[in-house]
């Protein structure tokens, strides 16, 4: 025999014996292989009920406190919070449950050493989860930012909303401005139109903030009781609320010059039902569907700069009559 051939078969040798010390695959124990991987999968299902849960508390968060462009990201949310969740159950539908289908043989109904395998298969199907707690609170908190981004929306239903409308950006010593920021001065406001104002460095979008500015003759006014005309019409300019108290319509039309026979004075006109208002009786209603006056905010002008200021806050609720229902407000 070649010394070759000797080689080789010594190298075949070694290598059959290695091969007969390593245990077979179906011989190694199978925790060993499934639980890391099962603690992997819980770590992730539970993470992703934690985004869940996170997204729907976001989408909370942005619809109470009014961020700008807020329907993208009320939509970006609750999609998200959706999204999550149908990740966690399929990672936990995937990973957690039992895939596995078997069929055991027995020869009798009951034997002691299958009962002993029962039992251990039992306390190690426990020990695959380990983090119950964890999954647990995750769970919870999925579904509670779950259910407050379902509950949010209830802020905006029924006449309670008008608790929200009455904060109101105005304040006193607070300049009224044009839409590009510029501060109105009262030589701005010529009779027979008016102007329409806001209040500087706040928000032009709340229902509170935009206003219609007025001028008449000192001698026509007839404000309603407690209203002194130098601190709420200063030079005869009056202010008042531009959302109609009927559907929170803009006033959009000042009825000036008149038609003696028919419209015997000036008046603040809602074009959408037609809802008139007098200003110079603390803007009345004289004709329509509003159910109560414009709120009037009283008014003083800098005597340095000739600056409107807002002289204090509106003299009632903005917005249509229905939002005083809870609170028995005319």
Not at 105 to 127: D, K, N, S, T, W
Not at 262 to 267: E, H, I
């Amino acid at each position: 025999m070649s010394f070759g051939r000797v080689l080789v078969a010594a190298i075949l040798l070694l290598l059959g014996r290695r091969r007969r010390r390593e245990p077979p695959p179906e011989e190694a124990d199978p925790r060993e292989r499934t639980l890391p991987a099962t603690r992997r999968s819980e770590l992730v299902v539970a993470a992703l009920l934690l985004l869940a849960g996170a997204s729907g508390l976001a989408f909370a968060v942005v619809y109470l406190i009014g961020v700008a462009g807020s329907t993208q990201w009320l939509g970006l949310a609750v999609g998200l919070s959706l999204a999550f969740l149908a990740a966690a159950l399929i990672v936990a539908g995937k990973a957690l449950v039992p895939q596995e289908v078997t069929v055991e043989q027995r020869a009798e109904l009951v034997r002691e050493p299958e009962e002993r395998e029962v039992a251990r298969l039992v306390a190690e199907g426990g020990e695959g989860v380990t983090r119950r707690r964890l999954l647990t609170g995750a769970a919870g908190l999925a579904g509670a930012g779950l259910t407050a981004a379902l509950i949010a929306p209830a802020a905006s239903l029924g006449p309670n909303v008008a608790q929200r409308i009455d904060a109101s950006p105005w304040r006193r010593g607070r300049r009224v401005v044009d839409e590009r920021g510029v501060p109105i001065l009262a030589d701005d406001v010529p009779e027979e139109t008016f102007v329409t104002g806001f209040p500087e460095g706040a928000s032009r979008r709340e229902l509170a903030s935009p206003i219609v500015l007025v001028r008449l003759a000192p001698s026509t006014l007839h404000l309603p009781h407690g209203r002194d005309p130098a601190q709420w019409a200063p030079e005869g300019i009056l202010a008042y609320s531009k959302i109609c108290t009927h559907a929170a319509c803009a006033i959009a039309l000042y009825r000036k010059p008149t038609f003696p026979p028919t419209q015997p004075r000036p008046a603040l006109v809602c074009p959408c039902h037609y809802s008139t208002f007098d200003p110079a009786r603390g803007a009345a209603v004289i004709f329509g569907p509003a159910g109560r006056p414009l709120p009037q905010l009283p008014l003083a002008i800098d005597p340095a700069t000739r600056e409107l200021r807002a002289n204090g806050g509106y003299s009632g609720s903005v917005g249509p009559a229905w939002l005083e229902v809870n609170r028995g407000g005319s």
